[in-house]
Nanobody, 126 residues
Framework: VQLQASGGGLVQAGGSLRLSCAASGRTFSNYMGWFRQAPGKEREFVAAIRWSSGSTVYTVYADPVKGRFTISRDNAQDTVYLQMNSLKPEDTAVYYC??????????????????WGQGTLVTVSS
């Protein structure tokens, strides 16, 4: 399984970006997530999505991004998106998408994933 993340860039505070994560390779479990890591900080959970039979079962978000970020999935493209609106300078980080080849119960920590994308840098200027 390979994950290819894209869509990062430089944006002013209040702006928007959409990140994409395309999955390829063998079958993976029915959930994916986004994490981020700012310089000098640990990787932290951003959002996750679970689906079943092509329909979203639920989504979950970290408190700092609730109401601003939206995670979604395109079943046909095997791609997960992270729409980020009202961006703040504190959202600046490398964003990683993640998936798992086995089902794991906790989708809000790194323990829930065993496949990671290469990361895409998001920089929000004030």
């Amino acid at each position: 399984v390979q994950l290819q993340a894209s869509g990062g860039g430089l944006v002013q505070a209040g702006g928007s970006l959409r990140l994409s994560c395309a999955a390829s390779g063998r079958t993976f479990s029915n959930y994916m997530g986004w994490f981020r890591q700012a310089p000098g900080k640990e990787r932290e959970f951003v959002a996750a999505i679970r689906w079943s039979s092509g329909s979203t079962v639920y989504t979950v978000y970290a408190d700092p991004v609730k109401g601003r970020f939206t995670i979604s999935r395109d079943n046909a493209q095997d791609t997960v998106y992270l729409q980020m609106n009202s961006l703040k300078p504190e959202d600046t980080a490398v964003y990683y998408c993640a998936a798992s080849t086995t089902w794991r119960p906790d989708v809000t920590t790194t323990r829930g994933y065993n496949v990671w994308g290469q990361g895409t840098l998001v920089t929000v200027s004030s």
